[in-house]
């Protein structure tokens, strides 16, 4: 990238789709957010319980970045309910890529690349 302040971060779609066993919790098949960098966003007068949310997570930040081929972090996109009694499931797509630039996101100033 030929802007050394820009890093680019894939758009996601986390969509409920059905598993094998009923739903439980207050999401139905279909509900979904997005997120792009750190702003999700809901439809209008859809909302999403938050212990999924919570399982989610930790999975949202990895599946912005790009990832090895062979990763399984590329290959997976459904996560399940946390509730073991419910049958929800949870699919991360990867819809677009946004530009960001590092001084719009942090007050640290850029430095040598870690290794
Ligand atoms: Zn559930």
Same mark, same amino acid.
């Given at each position: 990238?030929?802007?050394?302040?820009?890093?680019?971060?894939?758009?996601?779609?986390v969509e409920v789709v059905a598993g094998d066993k009923e739903m439980v919790c207050n999401h139905r098949e279909g509900d979904y957010?997005?997120?792009?960098?750190?702003?999700?966003?809901?439809?209008? !007068?859809q909302?999403?319980?938050?212990?999924?949310?919570?399982?989610?997570? /930790? +999975?949202? #930040? $990895?599946?912005?970045?790009?990832?090895?081929?062979?990763?399984?972090?590329?290959?997976?996109?459904e996560?399940?309910c946390?509730?073991?009694?419910c049958g929800g499931r949870f699919r991360?797509?990867?819809? !677009?890529?946004?530009?960001?630039?590092?001084?719009?996101?942090?007050?640290? /100033? +850029?430095? #040598? $690349?870690?290794?």
């Amino acid at each position: 990238m030929a802007d050394s302040d820009a890093f680019q971060l894939y758009d996601l779609r986390v969509e409920v789709v059905a598993g094998d066993k009923e739903m439980v919790c207050n999401h139905r098949e279909g509900d979904y957010f997005e997120l792009s960098g750190e702003n999700l966003s809901l439809p209008p !007068g859809q909302s999403f319980p938050i212990y999924p949310l919570a399982a989610l997570l /930790p +999975l949202l #930040p $990895a599946k912005q970045r790009k990832t090895e081929p062979s990763d399984w972090m590329t290959t997976d996109a459904e996560i399940a309910c946390p509730d073991p009694h419910c049958g929800g499931r949870f699919r991360i797509t990867r819809t !677009g890529v946004t530009t960001f630039r590092h001084g719009d996101v942090t007050r640290v /100033p +850029l430095g #040598p $690349a870690s290794p």
